[in-house]
């Protein structure tokens, strides 16, 4: 159960004497200056532990201005997991990653962050996800009593065989599996084809607080996590910005189509299964709007976002970023152009790119979307593209749209899918004749 507020809370929160508040998704566009109101507002009075996608992130809070002493796991305690859990024993002011916060789980369930004001910095990914075993061998291993499945919820429930016969079934039933489902975090999906590893409950409903520093929080797979769990949230918006965020994308972004893409599908499993040929259009395509529509752009502003294996030259699992995949081939862009994975949030690094390139159309794993219950949502799964287009579009120059003289940038997008929901959502609420349109 949530609800949408619309106001202007105090952001970093303060210390809530009272009854334990619910989550809070601090809903703000991106470039309104979350960070900087966080690293200017941390009290000394307040015991903080602030969660980053990145370790230069934590570095800034570290850094900030504020004057509070932080501190930030490290291999002291033999490994930075280790160090994190000996740092909340100690109640110190704590900067981490999102990689390194599920190791907080059983402090948080022995209560010791309790008396945290805990912010997470964009939204967690509420599961791991892995493949089942083949259903012959699953069901066999049903049949003989290793594991019970709640029918339903999916839940794997372990029995005494299991850990009595790990050695015989290791191969399909890993100890890592065990132990997940034994912490009543193993669930399998309906079709039997995935697991799903959930992260802990505790890391989102403990603490004196938690607030959670993102945009369009809807869209999130951590928000469907939270309603399946049944864990009450809110989400704090602030409607003035989110209408002068449009109007700016109105007026500084110039979205383009690319007509010879139009059939080519971005999605991740497009990518992963393209064709030569289609490689071969992506590639011509590419080349030939960095010849004749940038010639005067400088390669090192321009952005592209795809799948890693697309950019890069792989081979199995193994990438090689020193030579051209099968998009940026012959492009001339790979030497000097940005890459950046399609899910990208909470960086600066190319605040200076002036021309974008979404090659990719977002979908959320439909394993996953079954296990949350959202298959058939398609309002849900609209939403989430949406944010995270808008969030990869976010890391160009038009995030500095406050602070610059012209932040404008030119956004390709082929996927006529992604296209759409973006000039819908730019569009929403004004007249037809001032509405932003594709430019040939």
Sequence with gaps: MHYDRHTSIQFP????????????????????????????????????LVVHDTLDQCDSVLANPSGVEF????????????????LVRLGKNIATTHALYPSLVEVARDGYLRDYVIIIDEVLDPVKRMPAPQEGVWDALVAAGYVYVDQNTGKVIP????????????????????????AGLLYIT??????????????VNSGNSVTIATYRARGSTLAAYLDKMGIPYV?????????????????????????????????????????SSDCRKVQVALKNVRQRQLRNTPTDQILVGCAKD?????????????RTGKFSKGTGLFTEANWAPARVRGTNEFRECSVVFSLYDYHISPPVLEWLG???????????ALSELLQFVFRSRIRCRETLADP????????????????DWANDGVPPEAALRVTR
Excluded: C
């Excluded at 058939?376 to 799964?381: I, L, N, S, W």
């Design 310 to 322: 697309s950019w890069y030259h792989t081979n199995g699992r193994k990438t090689y970023e020193d």
């Design 374 to 384: 959202k298959e058939d949502d398609k309002q849900f799964k609209d939403e989430y």
């Design 159 to 182: 029995t005494a065989r299991w850990a009595e016969n790990l050695q015989r079934v290791d191969g399909t039933l890993t100890q890592g599996l065990l132990e997940a489902a034994t």
């Design 235 to 275: 989400i704090d918006r602030d409607i003035s910005l989110d209408r002068k965020l449009r109007a700016d994308v109105r007026r500084w972004v110039t979205v383009k189509d690319i007509p010879s893409l139009r059939e080519v599908r971005f999605s991740k499993s497009g990518q992963d299964k393209m064709a």
């Design 408 to 423: 404008s940038i030119t956004l390709y997008i082929p996927s006529e899918r992604m296209r759409s929901l973006f000039l």
């Design 190 to 203: 309906e079709k039997r084809e995935m697991f799903v590893l959930p992260i802990p409950v505790e890391l």
């Design 71 to 86: 501190h930030q796991p490290s291999n002291t305690s033999g490994s930075k997991a280790n160090d994190l859990v000996r």
């Design 13 to 48: 929160p303060a210390f809530n004497a009272g009854p334990r508040r619910p989550l809070v998704f601090y809903d703000r566009p991106m470039g309104t200056g979350k960070t900087t109101a966080m690293l200017n507002g941390f009290d000394p009075r307040t015991k903080y």
